[in-house]
């Protein structure tokens, strides 16, 4: 009973480095987004995908990269780490239902040094 | 835009106290509405929702009721435990969305 897989868990960057942090799930849910959480604030969306092939900005896109080639991966790549991508990054998805729930992953935690 | 507020933590409660959690929102239209917890070192989990303006969202002992007059979602509990020490979200989901605008979270502590 898997539900969203993220990995890594943490991970350390140089500024400029890339990386790509995964998710996947096992639902055959067609959303799936990311957020990052910032130290004492909320969840802020970055992108989100309501199906493979189709993905779309969110509050806070920039210095982010996502794709969705099958229904199970979402993955995110950063491309030139800054210090300011330095948070708590989650996946989740959710079904067709329109009041359906998100499933979260348990996170990973990025830092940009 | 779409908008949450709650009230800022941490909130430190001896065990068996009665909690609330205070939520405001703005948001156009007829917004779902909802709780997610956050225990640590762990992603968030739906705690109880509400739909429709009235509706009152229950679960392991924690309800909050969606009141459109005062666009107010307060989360509540008779008696907490210790085991309920974790970060609790409110959030909506705007009419016609899908992604969701979460508060900034409040950190509960409950003390033996």
């Known amino acids: 009973n898997a539900g969203v897989t993220q990995t890594p868990k943490f991970r350390i960057l140089k500024i400029g480095q890339s990386m790509t942090l995964q998710c996947t799930q096992d639902m055959n849910h067609n959303y799936m987004y990311w957020y990052r959480q910032d130290p004492g604030m909320g969840l802020k969306l970055i992108y989100y995908s309501v199906g493979a092939g189709i993905t779309d900005k969110g509050e806070v896109p920039n210095g982010y990269n996502v794709s969705r080639s099958t229904t199970e991966d979402f993955p995110l790549r950063l491309e030139l780490a800054a210090p300011s991508q330095t948070s708590v990054y989650f996946c989740?998805?959710?079904?067709?239902?329109?009041?359906?729930?998100?499933?979260f992953g348990d996170g990973t935690r990025l830092s940009i040094l | 835009g779409d908008s949450v507020t709650q009230m800022e933590g941490p909130v430190t409660l001896s065990e068996e106290a009665f909690l609330t959690i205070n939520c405001t929102y703005t948001a156009t239209g007829y917004p779902s509405l909802f709780w997610y917890v956050q225990y640590p070192g762990e992603g968030l989990q739906l705690l109880l929702k509400?739909?429709?303006?009235?509706d009152k969202g229950s679960n392991k002992g924690f309800e909050a009721t969606y009141r459109k007059e005062t666009t107010s979602f307060h989360l509540e509990k008779g008696s907490v435990q210790v085991s309920d020490s974790a970060v609790y979200f409110c959030a909506l989901r705007g009419s016609g969305r899908r992604a969701l605008t979460f508060g900034s979270g409040t950190r509960l502590q409950v003390q033996p």
């Open positions: 989740a998805s959710s079904s067709s239902d329109v009041q359906g729930p998100q499933h």
């Open positions: 509400a739909t429709k303006a009235d």
